[in-house]
């Protein structure tokens, strides 16, 4: 027998593959029944996500950036304690004058998020330094933009989750079933706009849900609820009346989406949006 093709080895190489093909299996048999039933999502009997179609709206302009949206997210969904778990946060986005003679219309965006937007920049704590920001008179422009889930139409995390934990719900959420997630990751880092975490408890995917045992009981999510100036508009298309403040919104505003160019076609929407917001 030539070097390096040992029985001992071929046997080896046989069980990983058998191995592999047992795992497989095990996987597409999960993900087969995840998709027959809206499993595990805390919606009430009879619900019947078919009769909805939820959106979320935000209003860039209207964005005061007092983090109370993100508190009252931890708050409603268990989020764990630590400034680097969260559902939704708000960034603030800082824009300087452009240096004389530049001939640019603007000079450099400045991101920051203390805390997920429940922090001012500046007032940090232990585990996060201090920001440090630009002085007044070179500010050219600032605003704030609430971040969650995107609830893309093509996600690219229910692609590639391997035993269809994450997945598609009629009504377009996104939603994540605890009890068939492996926390392999997968969706973490295939979504492209970094709405996901491991929670350190339950060591399964977690992300925003729209607060999804609120709003199948006819109630707002968490976010919008607390809201003080109404930044965040959310609805039901299948369900609202003409006058409904999400088709008001739609009507009266042009409206964008993050990352337009991958092609994942969010269902949560923005308007005043700047170029600069990544």
């Given at each position: 027998?030539?070097?390096?093709?040992?029985?001992?080895?071929?046997?080896?190489?046989?069980?990983?593959?058998?191995?592999?093909?047992?795992?497989?299996?095990?996987?597409?048999?999960?993900?087969?029944?995840?998709?027959?039933?809206?499993?595990?999502?805390?919606?009430?009997?009879?619900?019947?996500?078919?009769?909805?179609?939820?959106?979320m709206a935000i209003d860039v302009d209207r964005c005061i950036g007092c983090g109370h949206?993100?508190?009252?997210?931890?708050?409603?969904?268990?989020?764990?304690?630590?400034?680097?778990?969260?559902?939704?946060?708000?960034?603030?986005?800082?824009?300087?004058?452009?240096?004389?003679?530049?001939?640019?219309?603007?000079?450099?965006?400045?991101?920051?998020?203390?805390?997920?937007?429940?922090?001012?920049?500046?007032?940090?704590?232990?585990?996060?330094?201090?920001?440090?920001?630009?002085?007044?008179?070179?500010?050219?422009?600032?605003?704030?933009?609430?971040?969650?889930?995107?609830?893309?139409?093509?996600?690219?995390?229910?692609?590639?989750?391997?035993?269809?934990?994450?997945?598609?719900?009629?009504?377009?959420?996104?939603?994540?079933?605890?009890?068939?997630?492996?926390?392999?990751?997968?969706?973490?880092?295939?979504?492209?706009?970094?709405?996901?975490?491991?929670?350190?408890?339950?060591?399964?995917?977690?992300?925003?849900?729209?607060?999804?045992?609120?709003?199948?009981?006819?109630?707002?999510?968490?976010?919008?609820?607390?809201?003080?100036?109404?930044?965040?508009?959310?609805?039901?298309?299948?369900?609202?009346?003409?006058?409904?403040?999400?088709?008001?919104?739609?009507?009266?505003?042009?409206?964008?989406?993050?990352?337009?160019?991958?092609?994942?076609?969010?269902?949560?929407?923005?308007?005043?949006?700047?170029?600069?917001?990544?």
């Amino acid at each position: 027998m030539k070097p390096g093709f040992s029985r001992r080895r071929i046997l080896g190489n046989l069980a990983g593959t058998l191995g592999a093909i047992a795992t497989f299996a095990v996987a597409k048999k999960a993900k087969a029944a995840v998709q027959k039933v809206l499993v595990t999502s805390d919606a009430p009997k009879g619900y019947d996500p078919h009769q909805h179609q939820w959106l979320m709206a935000i209003d860039v302009d209207r964005c005061i950036g007092c983090g109370h949206c993100v508190e009252a997210c931890k708050r409603e969904n268990h989020v764990p304690e630590e400034p680097w778990y969260f559902r939704t946060w708000i960034e603030r986005y800082v824009i300087t004058k452009p240096a004389p003679g530049s001939a640019q219309s603007r000079g450099e965006v400045f991101v920051f998020s203390p805390n997920g937007g429940m922090r001012k920049p500046g007032e940090g704590q232990p585990k996060e330094p201090p920001v440090d920001l630009p002085p007044k008179e070179e500010v050219q422009h600032s605003f704030f933009v609430p971040k969650l889930c995107n609830l893309c139409h093509h996600s690219p995390c229910a692609q590639v989750c391997p035993v269809g934990a994450t997945f598609d719900a009629p009504d377009g959420t996104v939603l994540v079933d605890p009890k068939y997630c492996i926390g392999c990751g997968f969706c973490i880092q295939a979504c492209p706009y970094g709405c996901r975490f491991l929670n350190p408890i339950t060591k399964t995917a977690e992300k925003c849900t729209l607060c999804y045992h609120r709003i199948t009981r006819g109630l707002k999510p968490a976010c919008v609820e607390v809201c003080p100036t109404q930044a965040r508009i959310f609805g039901d298309m299948k369900q609202a009346a003409p006058d409904d403040p999400i088709r008001q919104f739609f009507q009266n505003h042009r409206v964008q989406c993050l990352k337009p160019h991958l092609g994942t076609e969010p269902r949560v929407l923005y308007a005043g949006l700047d170029k600069e917001v990544r």
